[in-house]
Structure formats: structure tokens, C-alpha cells
């Protein structure tokens, strides 16, 4: 029984049906996993390194602006001449708190050509109180500091000290014209990365933005590729995404590292929308099951019950049997009505024949002349009554 019902037409219709539901939606699911999450992955990864990438060009321009501002005051003549022959007025007219607000620089430092400072001022614009030079700025814009040497007529960079990153433009004091004249000292200028620039630039990328020295022990695992200039995307954690890259100082030995860290929308949006889709896939299955289901209650199971009953009166060669009947107007429904019609005619046609062998019986026991019948192979079949009184065996 177990074998006639696995075997049958009805089980390997809906065994078709389930694997290949199982199988199709197990690779579309797969599929879509694959192309999706990996979609919106590099998504957002082009998106973090774009973030790192403005946040360095902005910061670049921030130095831009510097060395033009420098420039311009260090081509100067009125700044030459402070050079040549200090002047108290020229200090009180050109770098009064106005003109650090408007540069928006936190120190001015002109030092002579025998590496002395004769003017030196940090001030914070913002609070509008006096802003302590960095020691280890104080170091470099001293004699023999780096951005007093006299190989170079201009340096600027990003100079990294412990309270805060600083960009620094040192430029030659040179006349407008040149004149061929010689250089009379540095003019220096300071503009701190505080938390206001860094804000700016974080509303303009759209990310949180933080710069620290490359240290080999917090760096190790990706300094080759940084040392490459090459952006690093690294996921913190489930909800937030950090983008590195190098920046380099002005001091070579002193690499900086631009990080920035940003939400992870786009990957959200990317598992929202696999969740969606195993959903939908979810729903279609169990309509695709439910219209299977229908489809064997209509088809499969009254063509199962169809079958089992012909194969049951077959083997009965009962001609009084019929097939169940089943209800509707469609194929199957006539193809019951048509079995038992066609059962019926054999019937009838079985009775009559039945009925003209009983009168044939009739009429041969009837006649005087001997009936002998006998197969092919000489075997006596029958004989009448006639045939049994001549040949004196009583064949019944």
C-alpha cells in the first residue's frame, strides 16, 4: 500500500511541486542575499570613502587659504620693512584681535633672520582671550626649528602638538617686488583645528571627524594600506561605519590619520530590504502551497479515487460496479459519468448475451440430431441430450 501510494501520480505531483518551490526560492533567496547585501556594502563604503576624501580636501583648503593669507602678508613691503626696522605701529594696525578673527588664525609669529621672534601672539578669537602657543610648536617656530629653515621659502602642513592639531604657514619676508633684495626673517601663522572647524567640516560631510597621530601600535593592521594612500572602511559595529586614511604632516616623521565615523543607514536599508524580500518570498510560498493544495483537492485526489476505483473493478470483474461519481461540470466529473455509462452498456450487452446462450441452450437440448462441441485440441466441450443417449455418456 505504501509503495502503490508513494508511486502514484497524485504523490509525485505534489513531491514535483514542493522541491521545486523549495528549490527556487532557496536559490532566489541566496541570490538576492548575495547581489543585496553586497550591493549596499560597497554602497556604503563608497559612501565613508568620499566622506574621508572630502574631509581632507576641506582641510587641505583650510591650508590653501593660510598659505595665501601668509603669502600675501609675508610679500608685503610695510611687513618687510617691520623686518628691517620694527615698528610698534605697524604691529598695533595690521594685528589687533579683528585681524585674527578675520583670518581666523590663533597665532602670528615673525621672526628675524638670525632666528629670533620679534613679535609672537596666540590668541582665541572665539572666547577672545589670550591662546597658549603648544610647546612643541613653540620648539619648531625657534631657531633651528622646522619651520625656520632656511633651505625653504615656504612650509605649511598640518603640525601635530597634544592640545590639538594646528595648520602652520611659514613663508620667507620678502618686498613685493623683489628687488632682488634678501630675505629678513619668517612670517608664521597659526590656525588650531578646534572644535568649531572641526564641527564645520563635519556638517559639511556629514560625519563625525577626528584627527590623531599614526601610531604603530593602534594602526598596525591596516598601516600598509594607509601608507598607500589608500582609504580603509571599517565597520564598528552594527550601527556605525569608519572610514581612515593618511594625511601627512608637515612633519614627515609624523603622519596623521583623518578618521571619520557615520551611521550605517545604508546597510540598515539593505537588511530591511532582505527582510522584506524574505517576507514576500514567505507570503508566495504559502499562496503557491495553498493553490497546490487547491489543485490537488480539485485534481489530484479525484483522479487518485477515479483510478482506485477502476483498478477495483477491474480486478472484481464485477460489471455491476460503478465508479464513485464525483460532483462538477468539468473533465474529470464527465469522465466518471462516462466510465459508469460505458460500465452500464457492458452490462446490458452481457445480460443479453447471457439471455441468447440460454436460448441457444434451450434449443439445443430441444432437437433430436445429436450436438457434439470440442476445442482444437479434441477435448469434448459439451453435447446435448441427444449426443449423451447415442453415445451412452452423461457428459454433465
Known sequence: MAEKHFTGLRVKMLVVVAAGMILLFTILFLAARMVLLDGY??????????QVNSAITLLKEQTQQLDGIVSEYGRWDDTYQYMVQPDSRYIE????????ANLKVKAIVLVNSEGEAIYKRGFDFSTGKLWPIPKLLEQAVSKGGLFLDPSKDHLSGFFWTPEGICIVSATDVLPSGGNGLRR?????MVRHLDQSLIAHVEKIIGAKLTI???????????????????????PLSDTQVAGYAMMKSVDEHANLVVATSSGREIFAQGEYTLSFLSWSTSIIALMLAGISWIFDRMVLLRLERMSEDVKRIGESANTKARVRKLNGQDELASLSHGINGMLE????????LQLEKDRAQVTLEGIADAVITSNEAGFVLYMNAAAERLTGVDFK
Open 184 to 188: 629678513r626673517g619668517t612670517l608664521i
Open 41 to 50: 556594502s560597497k554602497l556604503e563604503s563608497n559612501k565613508t570613502v568620499i
Open 212 to 234: 590623531q597621530p599614526m601610531l604603530k601600535d593602534r594602526f598596525a593592521d591596516m598601516q600598509q594600506i594607509l601608507a598607500n594612500n589608500a582609504v580603509v572602511v571599517k
Open 93 to 100: 594696525s595690521n594685528y589687533t584681535n579683528e585681524t585674527f
Open 345 to 352: 452498456r457492458i452490462e446490458d450487452s452481457q445480460y443479453e
